[in-house]
């Protein structure tokens, strides 16, 4: 009997998965007594890129990262079962350099070219089919073949095993969206709810209108970018001209800040030992706590004790004049000391005369705590000067102790992938200080600034609908209201099960399959099969993804970082070879589809 795997979703996740199954299919598939294999793929969009890198959006979109920083294969860092197989990263592949900021355009074609790849690597027998439909739902016991019902299919899909890879997820709206979405209704306004920021019907806002907009990442940057250059303005230098198109952006959110600039600068001299102060035996304390651990109270030290570790391992070791005591003195007694206690403060105070120069996470986070401005125009100032102040820094070599903290998060990521997942809080943080946008994109939001097309809101921002309008207010500017009649959250929906547009995970979650207290699958987190409420991994069913407690740092991985992503697509693929390799399986022929 053919055997069968059914990907639900087959984007870069699936993509990731399909190369390391053609990688370890010499050692897991060959010479066994599997007679064939079918692989389908169900995703509406084209296989490689999926929905978010597909190749029809904008060409104005970039992707977030150096092309440099972008690579879809292995290399010795990663620690991994299965083989190496190198490849070239996104600027090897296209020739371009390094460091631009290429095009989603550019990097569809990139990964189509790597689908097509892992499907040539994959073994005589193994056959892969595109199914640009959507799955409904997946039924079948542990014992059982599963079936999977596919829009438009008459006959389900019966597969042997079921990956469901599905990346970002459409939703439904929460409580709070479903009052303004119906308030707007009402009023005759405009409510745009969390989206995919290429997929959002923007042309309901008007020229030269006022909009509010929630949400100050990496969906606003699309957003800024759709409305302005997408509607015919343009750039000399840093000044934008409009074109006249343009509705009038009052950005803020919790922060009040854009997330901060990728860093201009490569790294140089000894990189900071990494992991330090929470690796796998840190880790396993962790897991083998009575009760549990809480992420705030026993993971969040470590974090704060690890990024510091990297942090002052660069100043001391490529800034020693900026420090008053030896790295080995200071190391010594940083290890001594507790996260956050008062002895470490001291120190650090210590040691490190300039307080610029000392790593302060708290007020990272909350970079406009405490701040007031008596005038509108005050605080357009005061956030430019922010903004200008950030690019300046994020491409100055001389603060190179935030690349190392940004070594150090790349490090924690990886770590945290065993303990679960720890919630949006750290996945925002990450993204805040790690993930934000190319300084290009900083250069622009300076000149709508200047151009008056954008506008700052300041942080912890309120937004209530009454009166028939919808107005926002934030205590960085006390008293000052702005009206629109139109409010946009830029931001992508939440990932949970409850609330997920996609009818599959719709229906497990009715089902009561296993969730986290945040509303994601629960997943093995040695291979990524599907929990039950009892916490039993179902032994025929994977998932791996933003919708799981497997989520990782992003779609792609930076060359050389033992990447946390690499890690679970080798063990997962490992899984379903060796599940397909050694299982007896009973079930009905998969139909010819």
């Known amino acids: 009997m053919r055997r069968s795997l059914v990907f639900v979703g087959a984007g870069p996740r699936g993509t990731g998965i399909l190369e390391r199954i053609a990688a ?3 050692e897991l598939y060959e010479g066994s007594d599997v007679d064939g ?22 060409p104005l979109l970039w992707m977030n990262s150096q092309a440099q920083d972008v690579t879809m294969f292995t290399d010795e860092t990663v620690e991994l079962t299965g083989p190496v197989v190198p490849g070239p990263a996104l600027h090897e592949w296209s020739g371009r350099d390094g460091r631009d ?25 193994i056959t892969v089919h595109h199914h640009p439909r959507r799955a409904l739902r997946v039924t079948g016991g542990h014992d059982t073949r599963q079936d999977v ?49 290429a997929d959002s019907d923007l042309s309901r806002l008007a020229p030269g209108a006022p909009v509010l907009v929630r949400g100050f990442g990496l969906a606003f940057v699309d957003l800024m970018v759709l409305l302005t250059e997408g509607r015919g303005g343009r750039y000399e230098g840093d000044t934008y001209h409009p074109s006249g198109r343009e509705p009038v952006l009052h950005v803020g959110s919790r922060r009040g800040v854009p997330y901060h600039s990728k860093i201009g600068y490569d790294w140089t001299g000894e990189r900071p030992p990494l992991p330090r102060y929470l690796g796998p035996a840190e880790v396993d304390a962790l897991l083998a706590r009575p009760g549990g651990h809480d992420f705030r109270r026993d993971v969040w030290p470590l ?37 956050g206690s008062p002895e470490l403060d001291a120190l650090v105070a210590s040691a ?14 909350h970079p406009l705590s405490g701040v007031r401005h008596t005038s509108y125009e005050a605080l357009q100032d005061g956030l430019r000067g922010y903004i200008t102040d950030d ?19 790349l490090s924690v990521y990886g770590q945290l992938v065993r303990l679960g997942d720890p919630g949006d809080w750290w996945h925002g943080f990450f993204s805040y200080l790690a993930s934000g946008p190319p300084g290009p994109r900083l250069r622009q939001l300076l000149a709508l600034s200047r151009a008056g097309i954008v506008r700052f809101l300041g942080a912890d921002v309120r937004v209530s609908a009454e009166d028939g309008v919808f107005r926002a207010q934030s205590p960085t500017l006390p008293g000052h209201v702005t009206e629109a009649r139109a409010l946009v959250e830029a931001r992508l929906p939440q990932p949970t099960l409850a609330r997920a547009r996609d009818p599959l995970l719709r229906a497990l979650h009715a089902e009561g399959v296993g969730e986290t207290p945040a509303g994601l699958l629960a997943v093995d987190p040695a291979d990524g099969r599907i929990l039950d409420r009892a916490g039993v991994p179902h032994p025929r069913r994977f998932a791996l993804g933003p919708h799981t407690d497997a989520r990782g740092a992003g779609a792609f991985t930076r060359p050389r970082t033992n990447s946390p992503t ?13 599940f397909l390799r050694t299982s007896t399986t009973r079930g009905t022929h998969v139909p010819d589809q």
């Open 24 to 26: 370890n299919a010499p």
């Open 37 to 58: 294999l079918d692989i389908h793929l169900v995703d509406p969009h084209p296989p490689g890129g999926g929905r978010v890198w597909r190749a029809d959006q904008s």
């Open 101 to 125: 900021f290429l095009s989603r355009h550019e990097q569809s074609a990139y990964m189509r070219w790597v689908y097509e790849q892992a499907v040539a690597a994959l073994p005589e027998g």
């Open 149 to 197: 019902f596919v829009e438009g299919l008459d006959e389900p899909i019966a597969a042997d095993l079921v990956l469901l890879l599905q990346g970002h997820l459409d939703a439904e709206l929460d409580d709070e969206q479903t009052e303004l979405a119906a308030y707007a209704e009402r009023n005759g306004l405009v409510h745009l709810p969390p989206d995919f920021t």
């Open 303 to 339: 974090i704060e004790k690890e990024l510091g570790f990297a942090h002052y391992h660069r100043l001391f070791t490529a800034h020693p004049g900026r420090t008053r005591i030896a790295w080995a003195d200071f190391d010594e007694k940083y290890e001594a000391c507790a996260p």
């Open 352 to 365: 490190v005369p300039d307080p610029a120069d000392r790593l302060d996470l708290t007020a990272l986070d």
């Open 391 to 409: 690019l300046a820094r994020r491409h100055d070599p001389g603060h190179s102790p935030d690349l190392a903290v940004f070594l150090g998060l």
């Open 566 to 578: 690499f890690r679970q697509n080798d063990a997962t693929a490992r899984a379903v070879l060796d």
